[in-house]
């Protein structure tokens, strides 16, 4: 087995990376984790989670984020501040580029880096956690009987859509074209419910409100009309970015950038695993990156002693 600095890198810290350190940790593993951000990823950035297990009266982002550093930390997961720039991956050995210049190698990587949600760019980054949302499943029990905009019209959106109205008393769908491209049953199922109103040939421009969201502002682009709609939030769905620049044509992904994997979490290439919303996944919530991770970490401990074995 050849001779590396690490037999793990995991990269990003988010709640997937950050459980899978933990167990390579615990399995004593040489593992180093990189991020380029705050330890926690995404999560220290949310209101309030209310459907992690072992919570029951909920909690917040950060301390829950906040907690799973300092765990994995106690259980001896070494983390770092770097921005990884590049990777050369082969079976035997993978090398890891640095933004401050270093180079590492290890036996195994975990990509664990996450995605970004596409942003409207229309001054949506105030009103974070005050009324702007990217995750029905997280976020719509807190719109109990208030208005909501929705926005897009894949299947994400109008999936999301249905769901937001098990909680406020309307949603507004608004979308740019005049038909849905959602899958036709999503498509019925949210034309027939009377809690949702579509607004075709449309986009937001803006929103305002004092602290949080109570206006959103639209213009159907057809007849350059524009209209204000009152609301208590807004969810934007029209689609997602995977943080995956440095990976390049390492892995496969699909056409969108998301890494393949196996049920493994290994990628096309022997020793590389990836992990969270990096993955194609049909389902990015916390409790299924954290899934991810432990796989992950545990088919990298069982490849590098095949590494051993075959010495």
């Not at 906040?66 to 720039?85: D, F, H, Y």
């Not at 190698?105 to 995605?115: P, R, Y």
Request: charged residues 25%; proline residues 3%; hydrophobic residues 40%.
């Amino acid at each position: 087995m050849a001779s590396t600095d690490y037999d793990v890198i995991i990269i990003g810290g988010g709640p997937g990376g950050l459980t899978a350190g933990m167990y390579a940790a615990r399995a004593r593993l040489n593992v180093v984790l990189f991020e380029k951000a705050a330890p926690g990823g995404q999560v220290i950035v949310t209101d309030w989670v209310e459907n992690y297990p072992g919570f029951p009266e909920g909690i917040t982002g950060y301390d829950l984020g906040e907690k799973m550093v300092t765990q994995a930390k106690n259980l001896g997961l070494t983390i770092e501040s770097e921005e990884i720039t590049a990777m050369t991956l082969s079976k035997d050995e993978k090398t890891i580029h640095l933004g401050s210049g270093r180079t590492v190698t290890a036996h195994t990587v975990i990509i664990a880096s996450g995605a970004s949600p596409r942003k409207l760019d229309v001054g949506e980054a105030k009103f974070m956690g005050k009324g702007v949302s990217f995750c029905a499943t997280c976020d719509a029990p807190f719109f109990r009987d208030k208005v909501l905009v929705a926005v897009g019209g894949g299947d994400t959106a109008v999936q999301e859509a249905i769901y937001l109205t098990k909680f406020a008393t309307k949603v507004y769908l608004v979308h740019r074209r005049d038909e849905l491209r959602a899958t036709k049953v999503l498509q019925e199922r949210a034309l027939k419910n009377d809690k949702i109103e579509m607004i075709w040939d449309s986009v937001v421009t803006g929103m305002d409100g004092f602290f949080n969201v109570e206006n959103v502002h639209v213009k159907n682009v057809k007849t350059q009309a524009q209209t204000t709609i009152k609301a208590d939030g807004c969810f934007i769905w029209v689609g997602t970015t995977p943080n995956t620049s440095y990976v390049k044509d390492s892995v496969k992904t699909d056409e969108g950038g998301f890494v393949f994997t196996d049920t493994h979490m290994e990628t096309s290439v022997p020793g590389v695993y990836a992990v969270g919303d990096v993955r194609t996944t049909p389902l990015k919530q916390i409790t299924t990156a954290v899934g991810d991770g432990a796989i992950a970490a545990m088919s990298a401990e069982h490849f590098i002693e095949n590494l051993k074995d075959v010495k």
